[in-house]
């Protein structure tokens, strides 16, 4: 009985842990709703939909697969994020900063993109549908 107790902590911790993997900081989240400022923090996968984020700190942040959807990014700094995969569906991001940010396969599908510094950032398979670009140095076209 005991090694079967323990088998199935063997295998069932692992798991758990496999669960987690890649999932945002609960504190990280909090820390982002009450302060608007979360440098360098783990928000991989977190739903962050409909938060106005004006202005907030995200500079270096993962936010890799996070649900933006309606998100108010106005002004905010997410200089080096990790936005990899990340859903900004009808997200508004008027004077934000992805200087040197990774946007690879970020869905911008209606977004509001006026005046957004993108310097440097990875631009690969983002999705401009219906998304308002002013001011924005995104251009969709081949070679």
Same mark, same amino acid.
């Given at each position: 009985? =005991?090694?079967? @107790?323990?088998l199935t902590v &063997? #295998? *069932?911790?692992?798991?758990?842990? &496999?669960?987690? !993997?890649?999932?945002?900081?609960? @504190?990280?989240?909090?820390? *982002?709703?009450?302060?608007?400022? $979360?440098?360098? $923090?783990d928000l991989s ?10 202005? !907030?700190?995200?500079?270096?942040a993962d936010l890799? %697969? ?7 990014? /106005? %002004? ?14 009808? @997200?508004?991001?008027?004077?934000? &900063? ?13 977004? =509001? ?5 993108? /310097?440097?950032?990875? *631009?690969?398979?983002?999705? *401009?549908?219906?998304?308002? #670009? ?10």
């Open positions: 009985m =005991k090694f079967m @107790a323990a &063997s #295998v *069932l911790v692992p798991m758990a842990a &496999s669960v987690q !993997a890649g999932a945002a900081n609960p @504190a990280h989240v909090e820390q *982002l709703e009450t302060t608007r400022a $979360c440098y360098a $923090c996968g977190a739903d962050l939909s409909q938060m106005h984020l004006i202005g !907030a700190d995200l500079r270096e890799s %697969g996070a649900n933006l959807m309606e998100v108010n990014l /106005e %002004g905010a700094d997410l200089a080096g994020a990790n936005l990899n995969g990340a859903n900004l569906t009808d @997200a508004f991001l008027t004077n934000a &900063s992805f200087r040197d940010a990774d946007l690879t396969d970020v869905n911008l599908t209606q977004a =509001k993109l006026y005046f957004v510094n993108v /310097e440097g950032a990875t *631009l690969s398979d983002i999705d *401009l549908t219906r998304a308002e #670009v002013v001011g924005t140095p995104i251009s969709v076209g081949g070679n």
